[in-house]
């Protein structure tokens, strides 16, 4: 299987919840109304360019980012899948959704129910980036932008572990970290921990189920197609 084809199959997509116009000043308080008004009326271009200065710390800042980079990944998903992140359009966009959901992680309460969805809008993203590199992106590129997906998965698995998000992208990293891997031989350790991710994680919600059954068929197809020895548990 090339990589191009696993790239088109680890699509783990989850419900998340251009550059050019003036930047909106949104601070405050009234931040989160505003940019709320602004994705109501799906005026999401006005969200991209919103330029965000919060007073203090908290929840209230943390919306803020968190709306921006939902904009910032709105716009970039509906872009042609044909427009790799060399597209300046494509890579300004993901890159905003990451420092803006990077930036709600680091406002939001460490206790704060919302910081699940901010994990989840990263994970997305970080996986869009990796998927998005095409076929001139040397092995090296697609390991860095790989590496960066598993460790945010594992952020999110530390965080909340409840949540299945952290172990499914968790999963999707080893099994692309696998593809990698020139000799068959070598590719059933990343494999093998991603089949162990997949039995840990917790049930999937409703929307992520029919992603959860794919990933764990790919995986069990990838392990027949290398031959990776069955381990016999005592």
Do not use: F
Request: with cysteine.
């Amino acid at each position: 299987m090339t990589i191009r084809s696993l790239e088109q199959l680890l699509v783990v997509g989850i419900a998340a919840g251009l550059l050019g116009c003036a930047p909106i000043p949104i601070a405050d308080e009234e931040g989160a109304a505003q940019l709320g008004e602004l994705a109501t009326a799906g005026n999401w271009n006005a969200v991209v360019n919103a330029s965000i200065r919060c007073s203090e710390r908290g929840d209230a800042c943390a919306k803020q980012y968190a709306a921006k980079g939902d904009a910032c990944l709105r716009l970039a998903i509906q872009q042609p899948q044909s427009a790799s992140v060399r597209d300046n359009r494509t890579q300004k966009l993901l890159d905003c959704a990451v420092e803006s959901y990077r930036n709600a992680l680091q406002q939001a309460p460490s206790d704060a129910p919302s910081r699940t969805s901010y994990h989840g809008g990263l994970l997305l993203t970080l996986s869009e980036q990796r998927n998005r590199l095409d076929s001139r992106t040397p092995d090296i590129q697609r390991e860095r932008n790989n590496e960066t997906l598993l460790m945010a998965a594992q952020d999110a698995r530390r965080e909340v572990p409840s949540s299945a998000l952290g172990y499914l992208y968790g999963a999707s990293a080893h099994v692309y970290r696998a593809a990698l891997k020139p000799d068959p031989r070598h590719r059933c350790s990343d494999l093998r921990q991603g089949e162990s991710m997949l039995k840990r994680s917790p049930s999937p919600p409703p929307t992520l189920a029919d992603e959860a059954a794919r990933l764990k068929s790919l995986v069990a197809r990838q392990l027949r197609e290398s031959r990776c020895p069955t381990i016999r548990r005592r």
